[in-house]
């Protein structure tokens, strides 16, 4: 059974900084892709970052580029987003998901078969 764990949302203020981090387990972490997506009330979930099963490729949502820095750990079976310079307009739940792909990165949301629970990230003005 697949299960992704987030954790590290939280309470920010406009400027700060958070990590969030997303434990994966009951697959072979290093063949699936992982991506990070938002969902912001009263708005549909979008992309934030993504990162191949070896790490070695990245994308980025253009409003977070130079922002947030998406990586992983598959010694640990985890990945991270990285939120520096946060905004009011970057609060929303945050979702980790993973995509069975051994090579590249994905950016749509519905090549994603499991997901997390989500985190909860507030930016205060």
């Known amino acids: 059974q697949v299960q992704l764990v987030e954790s590290g949302g939280g309470l920010v203020q406009a400027g700060g900084s958070l990590r969030l981090s997303c434990a994966a387990s009951?697959?072979?972490?290093?063949?699936?892709?992982m991506g990070w997506f938002r969902q912001a009330p009263g708005k549909e979930r979008e992309f934030v970052a993504a990162i191949s099963g070896s790490g070695s490729s990245t994308a980025y949502q253009d409003s977070v580029k130079f922002r947030f820095t998406i990586s992983r750990e598959n010694t640990k079976n985890t990945v991270y987003l990285q939120m520096n310079s946060l905004k009011p307009e970057d609060t929303a739940v945050y979702y980790c998901?993973?995509?069975?792909?051994?090579?590249?990165?994905?950016?749509?949301?519905?090549?994603?078969?499991?997901w997390g629970q989500g985190t909860q990230v507030t930016v205060s003005s």
């Open positions: 009951g697959l072979t972490f290093s063949n699936y892709a």
């Open positions: 998901a993973a995509c069975f792909l051994p090579i590249g990165v994905q950016k749509l949301s519905y090549a994603y078969k499991y």
